[in-house]
């Protein structure tokens, strides 16, 4: 008896689901789709049932296929259903407080729209103006954008830059939008990177990172009621030629998006430990 391939109607894995999403990340750090048609499609790619499902949320995309690892995929499916069952408590928790749920709609708001109306990234460091102004005031106080790293939260930002002087052999230096350096300490007990390799901040893509960011809160399944305990979090280092992480690092929970520093999606961490 001659056995086909799978078809349409063939019953959806969570490696092929997986796949799927991958795509759909692509698809936004590529600036295919905004990121209310990422969250529409990433919302149907997970309730798929069949090939079929999955396929027609990429048809229209360009991409390049990936095959995940079995393993890596299993778990990472495992982590993100335990997420979203929790993050229905969550979304109910944000009604109560009074934090606004965005809706998909026809009108998509900006970028900049979504991070003014997000309270997870209120402050300004997140906006576009924000991050090109703390790369502009690098270069004009120490004649350079290539840095150990830096670290931008909703109101301020903490530069690292290599100082042969410190005992560590590093300065990290206290930044709020539009403003100057100031508070320079030699250890502020974060470090930016392992390998403490150098990053050049000029080589940042800002319009893409920042869409990104306004992105991310909805993509990690990040809310005020779960992630109340630690601020929401940008850093950019030295690793791998230079990357970027965004999210929330706490006991409770542990999510990131990494990407590299033209936007390109490197991997998404969603509850990687303690949840």
Known sequence: MMTTGPDDRTRARDVDRVSHLAILDDALADGQIDFIEYRRRVALAESATTLGELAALAADLQRVDRVPDAAVTQSWWRR?????????????????????VVVPGDDSPSPAAAIAADPMLAGGMFTADGIRGVVKATRDRFHTTTVEGIHLYGSRAVLNVFDPASPNGSTQYDYSPGGEFY???????????????????????????????????????????????EQFRVTVGGDDGGEIWMGVNDIGIDSHLVTHLDGTIKGVAVCGWGC
């Open 80 to 100: 993100r259903r335990v997420l979203i069952g929790s993050g229905v408590v969550a979304v109910v928790a944000a009604v109560v407080v009074g934090v606004v």
């Open 183 to 229: 508070s320079p300490d030699f250890y502020g007990g974060l470090a930016v990177s392992n390998s403490s390799a150098p990053v050049d901040l000029a080589r940042i893509d800002v319009d893409k990172v920042v869409s990104l960011i306004a992105s991310a809160p909805a993509r990690l399944r990040l809310t005020p009621a779960n992630s109340a305990r």
